[in-house]
């Protein structure tokens, strides 16, 4: 179904290691609005939505694990030379005794993903409204992001994620006004 081409969505350039900027950006990574929940609730949806925008669903699930594996990069490149002092210090010192350098799906916090971060409701219009809010929610943590990191070459990515976050929640609300115009039709017998 899926065609990989071996390179990122968006480059992602980082001018320094910055383990505690690392640990903020899991939560975009394994948290409850990060691209993981995301990629996998859409294409969950996908089979209870109704054909005339069940595309839209797979394609931007399928841009969310474009997006995670941005993420992952980011996380990757920001604590490849830490020391584990540095990562101890930055709040990480849990997930090098548990993971090393591997990454690992879970926030900022160090809660591991669970699939309750999932919704699908079976009601189309119900989810797509589910859907623009985790989207405007990733763009609000995407902002605090940009707003918690002095390097100009992470935050050109993170831009990038956050202007993305409000093309998928445009293009939910359109969803949604299409279901609605056909759920208000009137039937003729």
């Given at each position: 179904?899926?065609?990989?081409?071996?390179?990122?969505?968006?480059?992602?350039?980082?001018?320094?290691?910055?383990?505690?900027?690392?640990?903020?950006?899991?939560?975009?990574?394994?948290?409850?609005?990060?691209?993981?929940?995301?990629?996998?609730?859409?294409?969950?949806?996908?089979?209870?939505?109704?054909?005339?925008?069940?595309?839209?669903?797979?394609?931007?699930?399928?841009?969310?694990?474009?997006?995670?594996?941005?993420?992952?990069?980011?996380?990757?490149?920001?604590?490849?030379?830490?020391?584990?002092?540095?990562?101890?210090?930055?709040?990480?010192?849990?997930?090098?005794?548990?993971?090393?350098?591997?990454l690992f799906y879970e926030?900022?916090?160090?809660?591991?993903?669970?699939?309750?971060?999932?919704?699908?409701?079976?009601?189309?219009?119900?989810?797509?409204?589910?859907?623009?809010?985790?989207?405007?929610?990733?763009?609000?943590?995407?902002?605090?992001?940009?707003?918690?990191?002095?390097?100009?070459?992470?935050?050109?990515?993170?831009?990038?994620l956050r202007e993305r976050?409000?093309?998928?929640?445009?293009?939910?609300?359109?969803?949604?006004?299409?279901?609605?115009?056909?759920?208000?039709?009137?039937?003729?017998?």
């Amino acid at each position: 179904m899926w065609v990989y081409e071996k390179k990122l969505q968006y480059p992602v350039r980082v001018s320094k290691c910055d383990p505690l900027m690392a640990k903020f950006l899991m939560e975009q990574y394994g948290g409850a609005d990060g691209e993981l929940a995301a990629a996998l609730r859409y294409l969950n949806q996908r089979y209870t939505i109704p054909d005339k925008v069940v595309g839209l669903l797979t394609d931007i699930g399928t841009e969310e694990f474009g997006h995670l594996e941005m993420i992952a990069t980011m996380i990757y490149k920001l604590t490849k030379d830490a020391t584990p002092e540095q990562l101890k210090k930055a709040g990480l010192g849990a997930h090098y005794v548990a993971h090393d350098s591997a990454l690992f799906y879970e926030n900022a916090n160090g809660v591991p993903w669970t699939a309750s971060y999932i919704q699908a409701k079976g009601d189309p219009i119900a989810d797509l409204y589910e859907d623009i809010a985790a989207e405007e929610k990733a763009r609000a943590t995407y902002q605090w992001l940009i707003d918690l990191t002095d390097d100009v070459d992470l935050q050109d990515s993170l831009k990038f994620l956050r202007e993305r976050e409000i093309v998928h929640s445009m293009r939910f609300r359109e969803a949604v006004e299409i279901l609605k115009e056909k759920r208000d039709e009137k039937i003729f017998f």
